[in-house]
């Protein structure tokens, strides 16, 4: 891959975990159309690539006056599906009466990405409210063999939300309803077009929390987080969608409604069905419906910032974390000194602690706010003491919390503000996570305006 | 089901999410022959039954002399595959050169399952030490039309690790090697036949625990605890196998190798193949080796026991204690007053709280003793002084825990010196759990000496 990288990126960014990257110019990026092709086996006939390159992504910067179409930028090609005609459309406005978009204009945001780096030419966009509207849209389309595209908040990274050519767009914006939930088990049943932060507010009303959060919460639908596997901020303490996600309901490409809505914590009746949907992208079937275990809302959250020597140490810093903060750990971040320095030169955000070659974030969630701090206190000495961390400080009330948390949560922001900027989403084993950044800054010299390494360790 | 129920049984037992029951007679049990049939749809012409009736065992006394041959006991009928011949067993020597077992002796413990219900015929019973071997004794079996039943460390309650008829025992006994264990991340990768408790001690002197335990622990392989999904004692604090397994490798019936052997806590790339295979019951293929996330081992362990006044009481019991003690509770387990009687009538175990209608066993497990000493004070202090628990006992050394344990973990052995017990394993949502008991107590009368209730809260 590295092969066909041009001399002139001005930002490279490797993103444990979570990912987004700014190129320079279209046609240096085709190799990324293949990013795009949603999930393992999309039906574009696109040639293939390595896991490496369609886990990455670009993105032109915001300013960007038109986002070319993906079909003209990409060597995909579109399969033979029929073409949407004036029956076609009669037929949907019969199952989805006054929710058939036709208008170009409404038609614009949906058919691009938010990195603004691909864009699809939908002409019809449909809003179903129930999952039988859904059936009975993909039984029609797959009647006619008409392409579709579901369309959750549409705010992924890899261009896997927007068509590619002239596929109908299924949003889920109006399926948005909360089902039930049980104030005893924490079980919340719900629409797939719910929006995450909806969903946070309303369980943590009721001494709850999702056990999922990620920076896009004011948009994305939790259809489309368990569709992504979408792993997130409270990945290290809560775990995997796979476990938390107790039941789903989906509509296959032919209308079928498979019922797994179940809302036990464990049910071993026949295989277990619903896992193939979960990080499968939308390519077996749209998610309808979702039920999923929230956790019990922690009473006390704690927020330490350190400076480590060597990524040697962040590993070493972690394994102490886990095991003398065990179950109160609820974040471990690091970020390395490139990324601080240019957090503090676009976004004037000061560090707190003395200057270092990495940072480590580090959130506490529990039930005891005295106990925490204490754990943390004993912990800290114990890193401060031992060399592990050469500075740090900690945080117990909200707005230092928040301070913190933004020189984290920030970075990509202040990389956009750097220039292009390719990121990639990657999970590799602990001990070798940052020798990719740093092989990648000696192969690139000075190609590279910088290469920088962030994310979560778990 | 229960028009099906001859009016003698002496003993009821319903134990939320795990299971075993004594019956009558052969004659009345006719119907438990579904419940051994292997997972979902095995390859034995069985008629249908529900769901509840499939998850039910029966068990006779040990004492009993010989276990009748499951296709004499039972309706089932041998599909139409090939009987081993003297080249059949040539064949097999050469894949796995003196473990191939034909002795009747040997083979009289692997045809019968541990709660002496059922019995197969099987007359050979191969040990196989790799994959490689497991691939190439499926590969052959399959072209050669010979069905293969395989077998963990027989521990099932359910009948579905022993043969029905004559096929030929795959056995994980000689895959019992540790791969590897990774001392910060505590991802362990092993062989299927690795037996749980030594595991657990592997991963225990390295300052890790298993994810999972059982009762069975001495005895049952991992392969088994991932095809049957096991739950277990610590299910309220590390989740399901569903999150906990990262990887794993699975022979196919005809021997293709399926290598998801992953270690990374997280992957996104393409489907998530494994989760067919957790909790499949061996119906889609042999698991050859497993890909565990191991959480830190905690360093304090405390336990108290509850009085509770109702059921309702237990609930709300519940609900105080995630929200008091959060991410430190590691268990909670109710029984009923019937329970309590028959664990003193017959195993002399003193009660160590007032006689109540219910109590509750709870468990934390922590990081810091003195804050979970004093989070576990506070909670008894709030649930006995708002009257939902009548009586309660705190323990914290090791002795006084494993006494408190006893009463619940020795439900079983109590009951089976009762009478004869049928037991079923159930998933129920928490307000209508209790619900079954009380309904089929009244449904029964006088017809059964006992019907109990225990098991976990999750």
Redesign the interface.
């Known amino acids: 891959m590295m092969s066909r990288l041009a001399p002139r990126w001005p930002a490279w960014l490797f993103w444990w ?1 979570a990912a987004c990257a700014q190129g320079v110019s279209a046609q240096q990026r085709t190799w990324a159309g293949a990013s795009r092709i949603p999930g ?1 086996g999309g039906p574009w006939g696109a040639t293939g690539t390595s ?1 490496l390159v369609r ?1 990455g992504s670009s993105s032109a910067p915001s300013c960007a006056p038109e986002v070319m179409l993906t079909r003209e930028r990409y060597s995909v090609r579109r399969l033979p599906f029929s073409v949407v005609s004036e029956d076609d459309l009669a037929a949907l406005e019969r199952i989805v009466p006054g929710r058939v978009v036709t208008d170009p204009e409404e038609l614009e945001a949906p058919n691009v990405d938010w990195l603004r780096t691909v864009r699809g030419s939908s002409k019809v966009l449909l809003r179903p409210r129930t999952s039988q509207e859904v059936a009975h849209i993909l039984r029609y389309c797959h009647e006619r063999n008409l392409a579709v595209s579901p369309q959750g908040g549409n705010t992924g990274m890899v261009g896997g939300s927007t068509p590619v050519f002239d596929e109908i767009i299924v949003s889920t914006t109006l399926m948005n309803q909360i089902v039930s939930f ?4 924490g079980v919340l049943v719900c629409q797939a077009g719910c929006v995450l932060e909806a969903l946070s507010r309303y369980v943590e009303e009721r ?1 709850f929390v999702m056990p999922l959060d990620l920076g896009a919460k004011g948009s994305c639908h939790i259809g489309g987080n368990v569709a ?2 979408a ?1 997130g901020l409270r ?1 290290l303490r809560y ?2 969608l ?3 996600v107790l039941g789903l309901e989906v509509v296959l490409a032919d209308g079928t409604i498979l019922n797994c809505l179940t ?10 069905l619903k ?2 949907f ?3 992208e939308g390519t ?1 079937g749209v998610i309808t419906a979702v039920s999923i275990l929230c956790p ?1 809302k ?2 006390a959250v704690n927020v330490a910032f350190l400076g480590c020597p060597g990524f040697a140490e962040v ?1 070493q810093t ?2 102490t974390c ?7 750990l609820s974040a471990f971040e690091f970020m390395d000194a490139e990324c601080m320095k240019l957090v503090g030169l676009h976004l004037r955000l000061a560090c707190p602690v003395q200057e270092s070659p990495f940072y480590v974030l580090i959130e506490t ?4 706010a005295g ?1 925490d701090a ?2 943390l206190s004993g912990f800290l000495e114990q890193v401060l003491g031992s060399g592990l961390a050469t500075d740090g400080t900690l945080a117990t009330d909200q707005r230092r919390i928040k301070m913190l948390w933004a020189l984290r949560e920030r970075i990509t922001e202040a990389l956009s503000r750097d220039g292009y900027v390719y990121k990639y989403d990657l ?5 070798r996570l940052y020798d990719l950044v740093s092989d990648l800054r000696a192969r690139l010299g000075l190609h590279a305006k910088h290469v920088v390494g962030y994310g979560h360790l ?1």
Do not use: A, W
Request: aromatic content about 4%; proline content about 8%.
């Open positions: 975990r393992p896991p886990r049980h104030n005893v088990s001494g992504t596997n792993g990945f775990g995997s796979r476990g938390t809302s036990l914590r464990k049910d071993n009746t026949g295989y277990d896992q193939l979960i990080g499968s077996l019990p922690p009473s590993l972690f394994c886990r095991g003398m903060l065990g179950e109160i969630s529990g039930s005891g106990h204490e754990k999970s590799l084993p602990l001990d778990e």
